[in-house]
């Protein structure tokens, strides 16, 4: 159990354009989701937090009109890259928790590219 | 301020040998501790994960050490294999919120 996607696992765009990436609670209801960015060779950085129904909390440095995130649902949050540029590829990876004292459980994580 | 401090950075291990990774932490209200492995081009995957009423878990080749009076703990690899060659997170968090990652490890198991 506690199985999240994400949705594309690659994605290459042209600068200025957007790119949506996905990610499901596949078999149980994710209260909060993360979303994150790792550079080669680095640490996971918190982007921002998110619950169900309500606005994200962005992470100091993180602009949240580049970066926009929806959680429409108890099992889905999407993370839009607006006006992508190539300093804004990296690996982004999000993780779900059922709330409470429970863990974060990963996506397989995105690889956005912008040319 | 890093909240977790993870080392070593890296780490070579033979095959059979028992791989040692430490993670110290400053907020004593973390009450949960746990770890991720990482593979290349994959997302993090739960390993195995402690919270500070017990001193020690084992699942497996997998054993987690917690010493709450000096704020570490550690993940110790028994009987090591190349295919526990992977990237290791340590990560804290008080009560489910925000988690805060270690740096990482890189071990490699050398046959």
């Known amino acids: 159990g506690a199985v999240v996607s994400q949705h594309p696992s690659r994605v290459i765009c042209k600068s200025g354009t957007s790119v949506k990436i996905e990610c499901r609670s596949l078999?149980?209801?994710?209260?909060?989701m993360f979303w994150y960015r790792q550079f080669p060779k680095q640490s996971l950085m918190l982007m921002a937090t998110?619950?169900?129904?309500?606005?994200?909390?962005?992470e100091q440095g993180v602009e949240k009109d580049k970066f926009l995130i929806n959680h429409a649902s108890l099992t889905l949050s999407t993370l839009t890259v607006t006006s992508a540029h190539p300093e804004d590829s990296s690996f982004y990876i999000c993780?779900?928790?059922?709330?409470?004292?429970?863990?974060?459980?990963f996506g397989p994580g995105t690889r956005l590219t912008v040319l | 301020q890093q909240q977790v401090k993870q080392s070593p950075q890296s780490l070579i291990v033979q095959k059979g040998g028992i791989s040692i990774i430490n993670c110290a932490y400053e907020?004593?209200?973390?009450?949960?501790f746990p770890w991720y492995q990482q593979f290349p081009g994959k997302g993090p995957a739960l390993l195995i994960a402690?919270?500070?009423?017990?001193s020690e878990k084992k699942e497996g080749r997998f054993t987690i050490s917690f010493n709450k009076s000096a704020k570490q703990f550690s993940l110790h690899i028994m009987d090591s294999q190349p295919g526990d060659s992977a990237t290791y997170f340590c990560?804290?968090?008080?009560?489910?919120?925000?988690?805060?990652f270690g740096t990482g490890t890189s071990l490699t198991v050398i046959p």
């Open positions: 993780s779900a928790s059922r709330g409470g004292q429970d863990t974060q459980y």
């Open positions: 078999d149980f209801q994710a209260t909060t």
């Open positions: 998110s619950n169900e129904g309500s606005k994200a909390t962005y």
């Open positions: 907020n004593t209200a973390f009450d949960y």
């Open positions: 402690i919270r500070p009423d017990v």
């Open positions: 990560a804290a968090s008080r009560a489910g919120n925000q988690f805060y």
